[in-house]
């Protein structure tokens, strides 16, 4: 009876052995990696930013060029070797009443995604139409025509990744091809990703900034990022300027718990992040 409780046991721990090694074997299902992004407006900043920014988890920053050379590929190779994706940031609010300027800068995008090994993961645009020096007295015509170059672009490019930074104001309804919307609405529908620029310095207002559209994303199937701001400002309700980096993270931490998990955060810009008291 001895020997077959022995056997019994031995039994047990083999089929233990074999369960675990199996539950290793098979593969883990892989959860969707939610963006943090920053913007890169600099792009002669040493690589101790670059550091700064993975020491930090970031995982996309948003990297402004005007030149597609050997200095854009080697930096989007070093941030590629630490599982960062690097978007082109371009943008001139002329561009909503010139398309070709707009034309001339994707064509040189494209022309570096085909000869360059090291290459973007896509297109960020900062195109603000509230830059218009008559923004104000034509702000319907401004915002239409913001509308009609979003359309525009997701009609002739559909293959290339496409963003856009919007201010949290953009309520006003507009018409195009005879639908009424909400500006903010056209844009996410035009975009595979949208930046919300909800700058305020706490988790609270933030989320309240962004009700809307958090709201118009989710029952569309988008997604959005919601951002905050580093940079001194007048207005210091806009930004973690005075508050500092400890205070900002916890507010970011919190924000993570509230809004949809697809959601993404980002962070204007780099360099005063990074310089940003502790």
Not at 61 to 81: M, R
Not at 100 to 129: M, S, V
Not at 155 to 184: C, F, G, R, S
Request: hydrophobic residues 35%.
């Amino acid at each position: 009876m001895k020997s077959k409780g022995i056997v019994i046991l031995i039994t047990i721990l083999l089929l233990m052995s074999i369960a675990i090694f199996v539950l290793f074997l098979i593969p883990k299902e892989k959860t969707q990696q939610t963006s943090f992004g920053v913007w890169w407006w600099n792009n002669r900043l040493d690589n101790s930013y670059l550091d700064f920014a993975s020491d930090n988890d970031i995982n996309e920053i948003y990297y402004y060029t005007s030149s597609f050379d050997d200095k854009t590929n080697n930096f989007i190779k070093l941030a590629n070797s630490k599982n960062i994706k690097v978007f082109l940031l371009t943008g001139e609010y002329q561009w909503i009443e010139n398309f070709t300027d707009l034309e001339n800068t994707i064509n040189k995008y494209i022309e570096y995604q085909n000869n360059y090994p090291n290459k973007f993961a896509g297109i960020h645009f900062d195109i603000e139409p509230h830059q218009f020096p008559d923004f104000e007295e034509n702000k319907l015509t401004r915002l239409t025509q913001f509308v009609e170059m979003t359309a525009k672009v997701k009609k002739l490019y559909p293959n290339i990744w496409i963003e856009y930074d919007i201010p949290v104001w953009m309520h006003d309804k507009v018409t195009y091809q005879n639908i009424t919307k909400k500006t903010y609405e056209f844009i996410i529908d035009n975009s595979n990703k949208v930046t919300l620029m909800s700058y305020r310095d706490s988790c609270e207002e933030i989320y309240k900034s962004a009700k809307d559209e958090i709201e118009y994303a989710v029952e569309n199937n988008k997604i959005l990022n919601l951002s905050v701001e580093t940079s001194q400002n007048d207005e210091s309700f806009i930004t973690f300027y005075e508050e500092g980096k400890t205070y900002m993270y916890n507010e970011l931490n919190k924000l993570k718990k509230i809004i949809p998990s697809n959601f993404g955060i980002a962070i204007h810009h780099i360099y005063t992040w990074y310089n940003l008291k502790q």
